[in-house]
């Protein structure tokens, strides 16, 4: 009788600690990493004693390395991050009004295609309903307004809600992310880019850190598309990662999608599908 009282018992305890994830990463969030404060106390003081006298051969050495790091930073900048604006004529796609509006394009198609209506602007979106259990869920909203084809801008919007039946409480935690992205690739078929901005987790929490991430879509045919997108962010010393594997089936200006969520919010990690659809203005 005690085995069974006490196996019950850890039983229990084991169910209200593994759904209590929501909690742990708002305290963790709140509370910061324990070592985040510790940095290298190496000071710059054992320099002190420089010499006044340099020779001129040193001079010309260290001009010189520095100037083929500044290009070599700027090169890597405008060709890798940015590109060539003028040998890369993919940079110049125009934005199609929606993927396969004629049956083969995605997001872009070459510059020299005649639209039938020149698509200057755009606003996509998105909402998924996302669940892990009948004690996990949530739902992500997104939204992309892309003024033109160089760079949209997009804002992603979860709710999470946890369930414990145990105790009879719920929990809930609210994560926003707001990015500037860029398409370094613009072609018919596929587009890859990378974005910038920042990861704000609101209720109990109310912090905010930079951001940064990549992403990528490729439109196979059959007006079906996948896409892939990967965020990452500190906030308070601790990880706030979101990554997300999607499917995308088109109709006309419309969507439906059901993917893959996983989630990293302080020491906790949330897998979910997505179920949802979207629209495009």
Request: charged letters at 20%.
């Amino acid at each position: 009788m005690r085995k069974k009282a006490l196996l019950l018992l850890i039983f229990f305890c084991f169910t209200t600690f593994g759904q209590n994830k929501l909690d742990k990463s708002k305290n963790e969030l709140n509370s910061g990493s324990a070592n985040k404060n510790q940095s290298s106390s190496s000071s710059s003081s054992t320099s002190g004693s420089s010499k006044s006298r340099s020779s001129s051969g040193d001079n010309i050495l260290g001009r010189a390395i520095a100037d083929v790091f500044i290009y070599a930073t700027f090169g890597i900048f405008k060709y890798g991050v940015i590109g060539d604006y003028r040998n890369e004529d993919h940079l110049y796609s125009n934005l199609t009004p929606y993927p396969f509006y004629n049956g083969k394009s995605g997001n872009f198609e070459n510059a020299d295609t005649l639209l039938v209506s020149k698509n200057k602007a755009r606003l996509d979106i998105e909402n998924s309903f996302v669940y892990k259990d009948n004690t996990l869920f949530g739902n992500h909203f997104k939204a992309k307004i892309r003024p033109f084809q160089y760079f949209y801008i997009q804002t992603d919007f979860h709710q999470l809600y946890e369930f414990n039946r145990i105790d009879n409480t719920n929990n809930r935690l609210s994560l926003f992310q707001f990015n500037l992205n860029y398409d370094r690739i613009r072609l018919e078929k596929f587009n890859f880019g990378w974005n910038l901005g920042a990861t704000y987790v609101g209720n109990e929490v109310r912090k905010a850190g930079f951001a940064y991430g990549l992403n990528a879509e490729y439109f196979m045919g059959n007006r079906i598309s996948f896409l892939g997108s990967a965020k990452w962010s500190r906030i308070n010393g601790f990880p706030v990662n979101a990554y997300e594997l999607q499917g995308k089936f088109h109709r006309k200006n419309y969507f439906f999608t059901l993917g893959l969520e996983h989630l990293k919010i302080a020491t906790p990690t949330y897998n979910f599908v997505a179920l949802g659809g979207g629209i495009y203005f």
